[in-house]
Structures are given as structure tokens and as C-alpha cells.
């Protein structure tokens, strides 16, 4: 059986790399990696975004380890959430005690005498009924508002599954100033020591992979027990495809679409990002993972410190960071130019005391189409919709946009793994 890889991500080398059949990646890019590219400026490394890699899933852990095997850093999270001028230990409900005391009443208190009671539909009230006023209306709904880009009240509960839950305990120490963590899963995790996430993308390839780039694809249609796929002007013939490219570009690919799948997928709503690189002379950027801003006025939501992850991502002496912005057309961040969303960055990074303009010497921006699949309060029914139509066309869908699931990097590897092994256990061609 050959089977035609669309898109080559790191879900698409990953499927390949697990496969016994025969198989083409087909990747509209320069380079295979998609969202777990690295990008270099000046002898500056920076990811789509922190990128960090752990999982539940222990064989993926031991997967990520056996392809990076002396390639890989261990590290402890260090995140911090800037509120009110003061940097509070990552989670929020964590270290209520770093607070002003009276927002660390006003937590403890909204906490433990939460007057929520009823349905619970969106992620507000989820907000609302798990955390009660106080961490809700400083910390968790500003800044999933940022994150999101749209009012909390309008996003469905498919994502919370995602957010653990504090036990009241933590609560209480944590207002009373005695240390706890939360978020366990995440607080250890691997990272390439060179080659920024990207190495991962890289271990997945070796001298056998067949990977075409430049090679957009345009157009998947069924022949009878085949599939023909044209892309950067060549015509493919597979047994089978797998659609690893955002779903809301590979539905133009096919004919004939159904009005009610073509109107689910143009209601599926997704996000942009803005990543901006700033690199200061100095090595006042190193000693955070990740810094979460949840103040409306300022720009990004989150910046990450690439030193923190690998000093091989910095130039000595130096340090930097990367400022995540989400963004959609015309919510005015959208239409700045480059330069003209570097200088707010800047601007907004030193009011709020994370660095000095005039230490600057390196910017870079990136522009992220497809960054987040919003989980919408129509998000289940759509996705239903697509799914039951990608099954009975006989296509898979593999990945974070052609699932179009909010999933990290070791779902992505997971779905490439079971999927490998089901199309391993099959013959011959495809059938619907
Ligand atoms: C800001 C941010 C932070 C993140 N942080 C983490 C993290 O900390 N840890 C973690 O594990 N994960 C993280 N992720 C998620 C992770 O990056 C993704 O889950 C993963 O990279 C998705 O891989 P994919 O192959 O499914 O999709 P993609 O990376 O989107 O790959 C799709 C590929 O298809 C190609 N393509 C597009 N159109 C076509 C076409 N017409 N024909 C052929 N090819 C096409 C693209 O060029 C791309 O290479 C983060 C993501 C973002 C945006």
C-alpha cells in the first residue's frame, strides 16, 4: 500500500517514520516541521511559541527520548504570572500568597464562599463555578480572553478537560503562603539542548524518508480504488491519504462538499499568531520559562525565555525572549506591520519592567496562520459534522488543524502512532 502524507508537520514525519508501507510526505513549506519549526535570527533561536515536551502518555515520553537520546535537556518549569507589578509562581491559585493581601483575601475568600450555583456551559461559568470570583475576574478570565481572543462566556467546556483542577488544600496553602505546585504533568519536561524543538522534527527523518517541500497540495480526488493528489505541479497516485494540513485548507482540496460540512468548517473558528523575538545585550532574560500577562493593555499574553530552555539558543552574554500575541483580522493587531508590532512589544515589555528598549539588538517577527483551534459553543457540532465526512470519504485526518483539535506536539506523535499502527495492520488499497 502507498500512502500520501499530506503535510509535514510534525505529525506527517512522525506518521511517516512509524509506517511499514510505502509513503510520500507532501509539505507546502521550504522545510518539513510546520509549528515545531525553529527559527534562527543572528545566532537567535526562538520556536512558534514556549514549546515544551512532556505527556501523560509514558511511550511517548520514552519515544521523544530514544530519537533525542543525547540531545536533550530535563528541565523544572519556572513559569511566573506578572499581576499587579508582582511575578506570582505559575499556576495562579498556586501562590495566592505572592499577591497583594487584599487580592489574596479576595481569592482565598471568592474560593472558599462561591455563591455559583446551576448549569455550567461555557468557560466562564466553568471559571466562575471552579475558581470562584476572585482568581477568576484578576487572573484566569483576563487572561484566556487575551489567549483566546474572544469573551470566555463564548467558549465551550471541551477545553477544560485540559485544566487541572486544584484541590482545596493547595488553595488554602498557597493563600497561607505554604508552598505547593500544580499542574504536575507539566512541571518537569524534555527540550532539545541544540536545534530548539525543531530537533524533534529532525530525529523523525532519517536518509530513508521521502519528503517532498515546496509541494502544496491543491487538489485530492478519489479513482475508483485510488487516490490522485496534485501538488507543486505534480500529480500523486496513492492507495490511501492522510490529511495532515489544516482542515479549513484541505476542504478546497476536494469536490463536491456537502453545503452542511463546507459551513461546518468555515464555523470552526482558529486563531493567529503573532511571535516576535527580542534579543537584549545582557542576560537578564534567562531565569524564566515562561511569563504569563494577563493585563488587557498589554499586548502579548504570554513571553517565553528561549536561554531558559537552551542556552544554545541565545549568543553569550546575551539573552532573549519571544512574545506570543493571538491575533484575527481586524482586531487592530492584525493590521500592524512588523516593525510597527515590534515597537509595541518593546514599548510594552519595559512599562511593565520585563526589559530596557535601549538594551535591544536583535527583533524578529513571525506570523503564525493556524495557531489555535478555538473551542467554540458550536465546536462539538461541527467537528461531528467533519469527521462523519472525512470517515465515509475513507480519508484519515492525523494532526492539531486537520483534527482540528487543541492538541501539543506528543498528541500529535501519540495519533501518528496509533494511526501508523492501524494502517500497518492493512493491505492493499483503501476502501471507504
Ligand atoms: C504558540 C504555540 C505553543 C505551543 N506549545 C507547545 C508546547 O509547549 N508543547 C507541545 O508539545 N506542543 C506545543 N504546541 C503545539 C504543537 O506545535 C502542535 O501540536 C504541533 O506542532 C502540530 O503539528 P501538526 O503536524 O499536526 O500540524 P502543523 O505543525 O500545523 O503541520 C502542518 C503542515 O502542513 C503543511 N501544509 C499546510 N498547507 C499545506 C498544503 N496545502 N499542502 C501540503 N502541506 C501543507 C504546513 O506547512 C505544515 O508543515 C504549541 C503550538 C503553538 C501554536
Not at 511499514?20 to 509539505?27: F, G, I, K
Not at 502544496?216 to 494540513?245: C, K, L, P, Q, Y
Not at 469527521?387 to 494532526?399: A, K, P
Amino acid at each position: 500500500m502507498r500512502i500520501g502524507i499530506l503535510g509535514g508537520g510534525i505529525t506527517g514525519v512522525a506518521l511517516q517514520n512509524r509506517l511499514r508501507h510505502e509513503s510520500l510526505v507532501l509539505e507546502a513549506s521550504e522545510k518539513p516541521g510546520g509549528l515545531c519549526r525553529t527559527y534562527f535570527k543572528d545566532g537567535f533561536g526562538y520556536d512558534i511559541g514556549g514549546h515544551i515536551l512532556f505527556s501523560k502518555h509514558q511511550h511517548v515520553n520514552e519515544f521523544v527520548d530514544e530519537l533525542l537520546t543525547d540531545n536533550l535537556n530535563r528541565c523544572k518549569r519556572a513559569n511566573q504570572i506578572l499581576f499587579g507589578g508582582k511575578y506570582v509562581k505559575y499556576p495562579f491559585e498556586n501562590d495566592l500568597a505572592s499577591l497583594d493581601p487584599e487580592d489574596t483575601y479576595d481569592c482565598l475568600l471568592g474560593y472558599l464562599r462561591n455563591p455559583f450555583s446551576g448549569e455550567v456551559t461555557n468557560l466562564e461559568e466553568w471559571s466562575y463555578s471552579t475558581f470562584g470570583e476572585g482568581i477568576s475576574d484578576k487572573y484566569f478570565l483576563p487572561y484566556n480572553a487575551k489567549i483566546w481572543n474572544i469573551a470566555p462566556s463564548e467558549l465551550g467546556l471541551d477545553f477544560v478537560e485540559r485544566i487541572p483542577k486544584p484541590p482545596m488544600e493547595d488553595v488554602v496553602r498557597s493563600a497561607l503562603g505554604i508552598e505547593t505546585e500544580g499542574y504536575l504533568h507539566q512541571l518537569y519536561f524534555r527540550y532539545p539542548t541544540r536545534g530548539g524543538a525543531e530537533a524533534m522534527v529532525h530525529a523523525l527523518i532519517d536518509d530513508d524518508s521521502e519528503i517532498v517541500c515546496n509541494s502544496a497540495v491543491t487538489s485530492i480526488r478519489r479513482h475508483g480504488e485510488h487516490w490522485h493528489v496534485s501538488s507543486g505541479g505534480e500529480e500523486h497516485e496513492f492507495d490511501h491519504v492522510v490529511v495532515s494540513f489544516p482542515i479549513h485548507d484541505a476542504i478546497k482540496c476536494f469536490e463536491n462538499v456537502p453545503e452542511e460540512v463546507q459551513n461546518a468548517i468555515d464555523d470552526l473558528r482558529y486563531n493567529s499568531m503573532r511571535v516576535v523575538l527580542v534579543a537584549v545585550d545582557n542576560e537578564s532574560l534567562m531565569d524564566k520559562s515562561a511569563v504569563y500577562i494577563p493585563d488587557p493593555s498589554v499586548v502579548m499574553h504570554r513571553v517565553c525565555y528561549m536561554g531558559f530552555f537552551s542556552q544554545e539558543l541565545v549568543r553569550p552574554g546575551t539573552s532573549s525572549l519571544i512574545a506570543e500575541i493571538t491575533t484575527n483580522p481586524g482586531d487592530g493587531v492584525h493590521e500592524l506591520t512588523d516593525e510597527e508590532l515590534t515597537a509595541r512589544v518593546i514599548a510594552d515589555a519595559e512599562r511593565i519592567g520585563i526589559l530596557k528598549a535601549d538594551d535591544v539588538i536583535v527583533t524578529d517577527v513571525h506570523r503564525v496562520p493556524y495557531a489555535y483551534p478555538v473551542y467554540t459553543l458550536s465546536y462539538r457540532r461541527n467537528i461531528a459534522i467533519v469527521r462523519r465526512y472525512f470517515e465515509e470519504l475513507g480519508v484519515d485526518l492525523c494532526g492539531r488543524f486537520a483534527e482540528f483539535e487543541y492538541i501539543n506536539s506528543d498528541a500529535c506523535l501519540n495519533r501518528a502512532m496509533k494511526l501508523a499502527d492501524r494502517l500497518n495492520g492493512q493491505n492493499g488499497a483503501a476502501a471507504a
